[in-house]
């Protein structure tokens, strides 16, 4: 997003109709905030001044700035009481999608999930949702991030700068695929009978060919987007109070900061989601 590039290409045109042709529409960016209500309007009853919240803006954007106007019917919820507001922003845009996605997969206790890019946003909440689930869980990623993927429930490890996991002759009942760039022939022959391949970065060719795969195999190929919706984001709360879950936060910079915060996240060598802290240096 922060450079426009996308692997589904016919996102770019209706994007930028959205979000602005030559620029962005609106100045302040992001998407992923917690904060405290500052004031609400007189037909708003959901929260009152002083609440302590996150939530997703949509295409409004806006969490950079110190304050932040949103409809009440907007992805908002109250605040885990168990996280600070930095580690409650880095919950909704990683945590939204993988719950989204693995609760498609209808998991069975017992059954080997592999998610394939675990080390970053949706990755890791992705490693922690699918163990809780009951799973047996792979994760792949590059060296530098196995000790905090088997931290966080990671059964087994695949260095993917070292070994391609596809070429293992190991089976899986669920992939998790946040990778664009996954071989979807290899990914497909991964997967057990009647496996589920969830495609989170899929491209159009992978879209077309999920419709095949899914109508005339056992298997089954999922690349619907999340809607991030209100209920999925208090189940999130729900399994971050109870201890089952956790945001992974790599590093907080100050608003000041911004650029090089985005660097940080273009490197892929964070481990979990990067935060900026509004107001704070």
């Known amino acids: ?24 529409k609106n100045q302040i960016l992001g998407g992923y905030f917690a904060g405290e209500v500052e004031s ?11 609440d ?18 949103l409809p009440a ?12 507001f930095e580690e409650a922003a880095a919950v909704p845009l990683g945590g939204l999608n993988a719950l989204h996605f693995l609760r498609k997969a209808n998991i069975r206790n017992g059954e080997k999930v592999l998610v394939n890019g675990a080390g970053g946003s949706i990755g ?17 990623d590059s060296t530098i991030k196995e000790e905090m993927l088997r931290r966080i429930g990671a059964d ?29 022939s290899e990914c497909v022959k991964a997967l057990n009978p009647k496996g589920r391949y969830l495609m989170a970065n899929p491209r159009m060719t992978d879209m077309l060919r999920s419709v095949l795969t899914s109508t005339f195999t056992d298997k089954t190929v999922i690349f619907i987007f999340a809607k991030e919706k209100e209920e999925e984001l208090f189940a999130l709360k729900e399994m971050i109070e109870d201890g089952k879950i956790k945001p992974i936060v790599d590093k907080i910079y100050p608003l000041e900061q911004a650029s090089e915060a985005h660097r940080r996240v273009e490197t892929e060598q964070r481990l979990g989601p990067v935060v900026i802290s509004v107001g704070k240096s």
């Open 73 to 84: 019917s907007y992805t908002l919820v109250a605040k885990p009481h168990n996280l600070s």
């Open 156 to 184: 087994h490890f695949f260095d993917y700068t070292k070994e391609d996991f596809t070429k293992s002759r190991k089976t899986y009942d669920v992939i998790f695929d946040i990778v664009a760039k996954s071989s979807y």
């Open 1 to 24: 997003m922060r450079s426009f590039n996308f692997q589904v290409k016919w996102f770019w045109l209706p994007l930028r109709v959205a979000l602005g042709l030559k620029k962005p």
């Open 124 to 140: 890791t909440f992705g490693v922690q949702i699918a163990k809780a689930m009951g799973a047996e869980v792979t994760a792949v």
């Open 52 to 69: 302590q919240v996150f939530g997703a803006t949509r295409l409004r954007f806006g969490a950079y700035g110190e304050y932040l106007c």
């Open 40 to 50: 609400v309007g007189r037909d708003v009853f959901k929260f009152k001044k002083g």
